[in-house]
C-alpha cells in the first residue's frame, strides 16, 4: 500500500508534520490573525510540540506500543517510508527535524472551516519564525510532489500560484499553498486563500482573532490548553430544524424528557468550546458554553438540581465495578410542569396515561408514583465472578442495578412492589420464573430466578442465566437490580453508607468507568477474546494467549474515567478526565 496516494499527499503530509511538533506559540493570535471571520469551526493548537511530547510520553501510550498489534505497525512499508521521509526532510534542509519544527511552525497553528457550503472552504495557517526557510522549504515540498505524481503516472502537476505578490503554488482547484511573510497558509478553496491573504495586508482586521465569541471562549475552558475548538452555534440555530429542536413545547417528547436541558443550553448559547488539558495526574478534556441556569426555559429543572442543594450520594463501588454513575432527576416535575413541557397532544395523552395507570398500580396513579420518588439516582454495572445459576450463558452480561432515592419510602415500597410482583407472575407463565425472597440482614430481597431444568427456544444462547431480577427497599433508597448477588451486596453499601454519610457533593452528575473492573470482565470473555485474535492475526494459539493477556493487563493499568456534568449560573460543563493508572 502506498503511503499517500494522493497527489497533494506528500505536501499536505509535511504540514502536518511540521504542526504536529511546534514549540511554544508567543501568542495564540498569530495564526487567527490569518482566519477569516466568516469561520464558523476553529481548531487551534498554541504549543502543537508540547501536545505531541504530551502524548507521546503518557505511560498508556508506551503501554499501547508495546502490543503486538502496534508494534507491527512500526514494522510496516508505511511507517518506514514515513521515517525515511523525515530523513530527507532533515538532509535537504539542513536542520535536524526538531530545531526544522521550531523554525517553520514555531508561532502555532489554527484550522478553520465555514460551514455551509460543499465541499466546505478550510483554511489551515501554520505560522513560523524564519521566512527564508519556510521559501526553502515550500520550494523542496513541491519537488516531492512533482516526483510523487510522476511515480504515480497523474497528469496534474504542481504549478506556480501567486496573489497580490505572495508567492506559492496550487495543484488542480482543491490545493493551495502560499507563503505569506512566515507563514504558511494551505486551502482548498481560491476564495477562501484570497479572504485569508487579504488579511495578512490588513493586518488581521477582519480575522477570527477580532471576534468576541473566540476571545470569550479562550477565558471560558481552562488556561493553556494543549488543543482548542471553537463553534459558532449560529450555524445550529440557523437550521431547518432548529424551531423543532430549541424551541418549546417541542413535537418530539422523547427529546424533552431525555436531552431538554442541553438543547435548552445549545438553543441559548452564542457558541460552543472545548479543550484538551494536561493535568499533574493525567489528561482533562472539556466541553463547554457560556450559559446555564439563569434564562432557562420554564420546567427544565426537571433534569438540574437547585445551586443551594447539594448532592450527597457517593458513587456506588462494589466489587468488581465497570461503571458508576449518579444523577438528577426529578420525576415529579414531568407532572407538575407538564403543559410547559409539552404540547397539547402531549399533555392529553400523558393525563389520559396517569388516569389509566390506577388499574396496575393498586389504585395510586403514575403521577402519585412520580411525587413519591426522589430525584437523587445512581445507576452501577459490575463484574460478578459469582453466579449463581450452574449454566454458563453463552455471552456474560454485567450485573446492573439503579438505586434511586424516595420523598414516601414506605407508600412507595407498597405500591412498586405490588406492581413489580404482578408483572413477574405474569412473566413466569411465560418463561417458568420462580420467586424468591433472601435476607440480607433486616431487609427482604425480593427476586426470581429462571429454571436450570428446561429449555427456552427464544434463548438459544442461555443469556438469561446472567439475570436474576429482585428489588429491595433499604430506608430510603430502593434496589431495582438485575442479579441477586449484587443485590445483597448493594444492600450492605447502603446500610453502611446510611451510617456513616459521605461529605456533601457538588450538585451535578458524575460518571466514573473503572478499568480494573473492565480487566475482570475481559477476563470472563478471554476464550472469545482468544478466538478472535487467532482469527484476525492467523496467530498459533499460545502466541494469541500472550497476546490477550498482555492486552487485559493493559487495561488494568488504564486508569479511571471520570465524567462530570455541570449547570452553573451562567455556563454549562461536560468534562472527561483520564486520571492516570498505576
Same mark, same amino acid.
Given at each position: 500500500m502506498r503511503l499517500i496516494r494522493h497527489p497533494t499527499g506528500w505536501l499536505a503530509g509535511l504540514v502536518l508534520l511540521v504542526a504536529s511538533a511546534a514549540v511554544h506559540a508567543d501568542s495564540p493570535a498569530?495564526?487567527?490573525?490569518?482566519?477569516?471571520?466568516?469561520?464558523?469551526?476553529?481548531?487551534?493548537?498554541?504549543?502543537?510540540?508540547?501536545?505531541?511530547?504530551?502524548?507521546?510520553r503518557l505511560e498508556l501510550v508506551k503501554q499501547?506500543?508495546?502490543?503486538?498489534?502496534?508494534?507491527?505497525?512500526?514494522?510496516?512499508?508505511?511507517?518506514?517510508r514515513f521515517l525515511q521521509l523525515v530523513g530527507h526532510v532533515e538532509k535537504e534542509?539542513? @536542520?535536524?527535524?526538531?530545531? @526544522?519544527?521550531?523554525?517553520?511552525?514555531?508561532?502555532?497553528?489554527?484550522?478553520?472551516?465555514?460551514?455551509?457550503?460543499?465541499?466546505?472552504?478550510?483554511?489551515?495557517?501554520?505560522?513560523?519564525?524564519?521566512?527564508?526557510?519556510?521559501?526553502?522549504?515550500?520550494?523542496?515540498g513541491q519537488g516531492l510532489i512533482e516526483q510523487e505524481l510522476a511515480r504515480q503516472e497523474v497528469k496534474a502537476q504542481p504549478e506556480k500560484y501567486s496573489y497580490r505578490n505572495l508567492e506559492g503554488f496550487h495543484v488542480g482547484d482543491k490545493f493551495y499553498a502560499v507563503a505569506a511573510g512566515s507563514a504558511l497558509v494551505v486551502s482548498n478553496n481560491t476564495d477562501a486563500m484570497h479572504k485569508s491573504l487579504d488579511l495578512h495586508f490588513d493586518k488581521g482586521k477582519k480575522s477570527l482573532a477580532q471576534v468576541a465569541g473566540v476571545a470569550e471562549a479562550r477565558k471560558l475552558l481552562p488556561a493553556e490548553p494543549l488543543a482548542s475548538l471553537w463553534f459558532n452555534l449560529d450555524v445550529a440555530h440557523n437550521a431547518p430544524q432548529a424551531k423543532d429542536l430549541f424551541t418549546m413545547p417541542r413535537n418530539d417528547a422523547i427529546l424533552t424528557v431525555l436531552f431538554g436541558g442541553y438543547l435548552d443550553i445549545v438553543g441559548r448559547a452564542p457558541f460552543v468550546c472545548a479543550g484538551l488539558h494536561q493535568e499533574k495526574d493525567g489528561l482533562l478534556a472539556t466541553i463547554r458554553m457560556p450559559r446555564?441556569?439563569?434564562?432557562?426555559?420554564?420546567? @427544565?429543572?426537571?433534569?438540574?438540581?437547585?445551586?443551594?442543594?447539594?448532592?450527597?450520594?457517593?458513587?456506588?463501588?462494589?466489587?468488581?465495578?465497570?461503571?458508576?454513575?449518579?444523577?438528577?432527576?426529578?420525576?415529579?416535575?414531568?407532572?407538575?410542569?407538564?403543559?410547559?413541557?409539552?404540547?397539547?397532544?402531549q399533555v392529553k395523552a400523558f393525563e389520559d396515561g396517569d388516569k389509566n395507570s390506577a388499574r396496575f398500580l393498586t389504585g395510586k396513579r403514575i403521577s402519585q408514583v412520580f411525587g413519591m420518588v426522589g430525584a437523587s439516582h445512581r445507576f452501577v454495572a459490575t463484574y460478578q465472578a459469582q453466579r449463581s445459576y450452574k449454566?454458563?450463558?453463552?455471552?456474560?452480561?454485567?450485573?446492573?442495578?439503579?438505586?434511586?432515592? @424516595?420523598?414516601?419510602?414506605?407508600?412507595?415500597?407498597?405500591?412498586?412492589?405490588t406492581a413489580l410482583r404482578g408483572a413477574a407472575l405474569l412473566g413466569g407463565l411465560q418463561v417458568g420464573l420462580k420467586g424468591v425472597e433472601e435476607k440480607q440482614g433486616d431487609v427482604t430481597i425480593v427476586g426470581y430466578r429462571f429454571p436450570e431444568d428446561g429449555k427456552l427456544a427464544a434463548d438459544t444462547g442461555n443469556i438469561r442465566f446472567n439475570f436474576s431480577p429482585c428489588f429491595a427497599r433499604v430506608g430510603d433508597q430502593f434496589i431495582f437490580c438485575s442479579t441477586l448477588e449484587l443485590c445483597h451486596e448493594l444492600v450492605d453499601i447502603l446500610q453502611e453508607e446510611a451510617k456513616n454519610p459521605a461529605k456533601r457533593r457538588s450538585a451535578g452528575a458524575y460518571s466514573q468507568i473503572y478499568s480494573s473492573g473492565a480487566a475482570e470482565y475481559l477476563k470472563s470473555v478471554q476464550d472469545q477474546l482468544l478466538t478472535q485474535t487467532i482469527l484476525d492475526r492467523a496467530v498459533p494459539p499460545d502466541e494469541a494467549k500472550e497476546q490477550v493477556k498482555a492486552f487485559i493487563d493493559l487495561v488494568r493499568r488504564l486508569g479511571n474515567l471520570q465524567v462530570t456534568l455541570q449547570y452553573g449560573a451562567n455556563d454549562f460543563r461536560y468534562e472527561f478526565k483520564l486520571k492516570s493508572g498505576k
Open positions: 498569530l495564526p487567527l490573525r490569518l482566519i477569516p471571520e466568516q469561520a464558523d469551526l476553529l481548531v487551534q493548537v498554541d504549543h502543537p510540540r508540547k501536545l505531541v511530547e504530551t502524548l507521546t499501547f506500543q508495546a502490543l503486538d498489534p502496534v508494534r507491527d505497525l512500526y514494522d510496516s512499508t508505511n511507517y518506514r534542509l539542513g @536542520l535536524p527535524w526538531p530545531e @526544522l519544527l521550531d523554525r517553520l511552525a514555531g508561532g502555532g497553528m489554527a484550522f478553520a472551516s465555514k460551514i455551509g457550503p460543499q465541499p466546505a472552504p478550510v483554511v489551515l495557517v501554520v505560522q513560523g519564525k524564519d521566512e527564508q526557510l519556510l521559501r526553502k522549504f515550500m520550494k523542496f446555564g441556569r439563569e434564562g432557562m426555559a420554564p420546567g @427544565l429543572t426537571v433534569h438540574i438540581p437547585p445551586a443551594e442543594q447539594p448532592d450527597g450520594r457517593p458513587l456506588l463501588e462494589p466489587k468488581g465495578v465497570l461503571f458508576s454513575s449518579r444523577f438528577y432527576l426529578d420525576f415529579s416535575k414531568f407532572w407538575e410542569e407538564r403543559t410547559k413541557l409539552f404540547n397539547q397532544m449454566i454458563e450463558p453463552g455471552q456474560v452480561v454485567p450485573a446492573f442495578a439503579l438505586v434511586t432515592s @424516595l420523598r414516601q419510602p414506605e407508600e412507595f415500597e407498597k405500591t412498586v412492589s
